[in-house]
């Protein structure tokens, strides 16, 4: 047991009008005086906390330091770029999955006022933004698209549309938790359904499925792709095409959420095994639903897919009006299918997650050697190193990754890290070793520029 540390006693605080008066002839009242009293408060608590736990704090200069570090991320007032050096591709995060150049643009013409429900040829009202649809069918190959809020919206519209009041059979081994409170039973529960569990968490057989079939109240069997855990050893499952016949037979659809939602590039790094929306079809799943911030590699959305009755109800249902996408949205979406409809080449080279999972370990390592020649006074390491998919994308699937590995003379890599975080353009990377890694196969080129300045500012 370590001895109790005594209390160490607080420094004199001066009144808060006070300290807002220094604060800003320190130069830090630029997000205004409200933000600068939050970082205050913060700081203080903080100063507070320490004293308590008998490390003795002054009002000085770190105190100071750190009140302007505190305003540099205030978040309601600046959601600001970061440099993505983790090696995570869809780092949730950092935003999931950066946008491409077309997405931008697209997305900024449609800011002001443009043709999101306006039909060119009558003056009047037209669809809103069909050509999402009919880029969803051309490149799925399904009968009708749409396209909402995000994944989880999606799930939540397919399964209160065709169950609610019903049941939804959810196989054990997919009764899955994608993160914050978005779990299966829950989403179930929110459609106003009733969630009947078949199978066990490692083994589902087909009759399984089959026996909670003859339910005549049952309104969709839901599948959902385990994309951010794996079951291992002994285990079974039916194949979807197998579980897709049964549902024919009982003329209960089958809904299939794939979660990353692969169109092209099954075979990217840590993407492999990840089943394509075309796929999932050809099974004969009657909708799939994913996100249009994944392996898609646009903006955030949830798009549906399959067969197009099913999907008239969907888009006619009043949930679809409460999950609409925004018109920016919806420019940046429809500029992503777009390239998508290009083919297999221009998306990985113009959609920058899809690009990025194709970089070659190599190129990344001459990269590291290049960088590592501009950048003095760390020790630095030229490293190979694991970078991820990330956002439930292949969890377990490793990316064979380079970078640098960074160390400074007396800092340890947790306060270098630290510091990197606070620089204008805040560098995200990882601790390994006790050392700093900067993963570059999420950093683009055109940021190596102020990576290195931030690296520059750090040592100082
Ligand atoms: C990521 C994911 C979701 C949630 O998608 P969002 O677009 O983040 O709402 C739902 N289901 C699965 C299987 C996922 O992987």
């Given at each position: 047991m370590e001895p109790a540390m005594a209390a160490a006693s607080l420094p004199r605080i001066a009144p808060m009008t006070d300290l807002l008066q220094t604060g800003t002839e320190r130069g830090l009242a630029g997000w205004g005086r409200e933000a600068l009293r939050c970082a205050l408060r913060d700081a203080l608590d903080g100063l507070r906390a320490d004293c308590q736990a008998g490390r003795p704090r002054q009002l000085d200069e770190g105190f100071w330091a750190e009140v302007g570090d505190r305003l540099a991320v205030v978040p309601a007032l600046r959601l600001k770029g970061a440099i993505n050096a983790t090696g995570v591709v869809l780092h949730t995060n950092l935003g999931r999955a950066p946008w491409s150049d077309e997405a931008i643009a697209a997305a900024a013409a449609a800011?002001?006022?443009?043709?999101?429900?306006?039909d060119l040829e009558t003056g009047g009202r037209g669809g809103r933004a069909p050509e999402v649809a009919a880029h969803l069918v051309r490149l799925t190959g399904a009968g009708d698209g749409l396209a909402v809020n995000n994944n989880a919206a999606a799930v939540l519209l397919a399964l209160s549309v065709l169950a609610q009041g019903r049941k939804v059979i959810v196989a054990r081994n997919e009764?899955?938790?994608?993160?914050?409170?978005?779990?299966m039973p829950e989403v179930v529960a929110a459609a106003g359904a009733e969630m009947i569990e078949v199978g066990t968490t490692n083994r589902v057989h087909l009759r399984d499925f089959a026996a909670a079939l003859a339910?005549?109240?049952?309104g969709c069997v839901f599948k959902a792709h385990p994309s951010n855990y794996r079951i291992d050893g002994f285990t079974r499952e039916p194949a979807v095409a197998e579980l897709a016949a049964a549902c024919r037979e009982h003329g209960v659809p089958l809904v299939y959420d794939?979660?990353?939602?692969?169109?092209?590039?099954?075979?990217l790094a840590g993407a492999r095994d990840e089943p394509t929306v075309k796929d999932a079809l050809a099974a004969g799943c009657d909708l799939v639903t994913f996100s249009g911030?994944?392996?898609?590699?646009?903006?955030?959305a949830g798009l549906i897919v399959g067969a197009a009755a099913l999907v008239r109800r969907l888009r006619s249902n009043m949930l679809t009006r409460c999950l609409r996408l925004d018109k920016t949205i919806l420019a940046a979406l429809e500029a992503t299918l777009a390239i998508h409809a290009l083919g297999e080449q221009a998306a990985r080279q113009r959609i920058p997650g899809l690009r990025m999972l194709s970089l070659d370990q190599a190129a990344l390592r001459a990269r590291a050697h290049a960088l590592a020649a501009r950048l003095s006074g760390f020790d630095v390491l030229v490293v190979d190193c694991e970078g991820r998919v990330g956002s439930g994308a292949a969890p377990v699937a490793p990316v064979a990754s380079a970078g640098l590995s960074l160390a400074l003379v007396g800092t340890g890599a947790a306060e270098l890290a630290r510091r990197l975080r606070f620089q204008p353009t805040p560098v995200v990377g990882r601790i390994q070793d006790e050392r700093l890694l900067l993963d570059l196969r999420t950093v683009a080129e055109d940021q190596e520029d102020r990576l290195l300045e931030a690296l520059a500012a750090v040592r100082s």
């Open positions: 800011a002001g006022y443009g043709t999101v429900e306006f009764l899955v938790e994608i993160g914050g409170s978005y779990r339910d005549p109240e049952v794939l979660g990353s939602g692969v169109l092209v590039g099954a075979d911030d994944k392996l898609l590699g646009g903006p955030q």
